[in-house]
């Protein structure tokens, strides 16, 4: 007869305990190697998006309802980005006194962010011409203002293709 035949449970869930609580350092070491940027998707903190959600929704269903803007830059490269707009009204004229800002910015990482203001502006069509700081995704941010009207747009792009941009 063996006499310590009790002590196989005790030991095996000390060790499974022992396991449990080491993968959860190791996560959270792992984790910590991470930066974690807060969002910019309305081109603000989440706080304030999240506070005035129905304002930038009612603030977008007003602009697309007296306006039209596209997207029309071909493929964004890296060392020669160029980001262009074309802003009309519903009925086809071109719109030349809008105020766009832009900031080009990574999904996570903030620290490369670009932004640009003062475009070149010709018969509706907003031209921004920079460098970007690496290859790989980013998202366009684009604030437009016409008098009272405001509108956000957020496009996913991706230098490495050509690919269409995603719109949200």
């Not at 697309?64 to 519903?90: F, G, H, P, R, W």
């Not at 006194?97 to 490369?112: E, G, K, M, Y």
Request: net charge positive; charged share 25%; hydrophobic share 40%.
């Amino acid at each position: 007869m063996k006499k310590n035949k009790g002590l196989h449970w005790p030991i095996g869930l000390a060790i499974a305990i022992m396991c449990v609580i080491s993968m959860g350092a190791w996560t959270i070491v792992e984790t910590a190697k991470e930066p974690v940027e807060e969002s910019n998707l309305y081109m603000r903190n989440y706080q304030d998006a999240d506070a005035k959600a129905n304002d930038i929704i009612n603030d977008r269903i007003a602009f697309n309802k007296q306006y039209d803007m596209q997207y029309i830059s071909k493929q964004l490269n890296v060392n020669d980005a160029e980001i262009v707009y074309k802003i009309t009204t519903k009925d086809g004229k071109p719109v030349n006194d809008a105020n766009l800002s832009i900031i080009v910015t990574r999904p996570q990482v903030h620290s490369q962010d670009v932004t640009l203001n003062n475009p070149k502006i010709n018969d509706g069509i907003y031209k921004f011409n920079t460098k970007l700081p690496g290859i790989g995704r980013w998202d366009i941010l684009a604030s437009v203002e016409i008098g009272s009207l405001k509108r956000y747009y957020n496009l996913k792009v991706d230098t490495r293709f050509d690919l269409k941009p995603v719109v949200y």
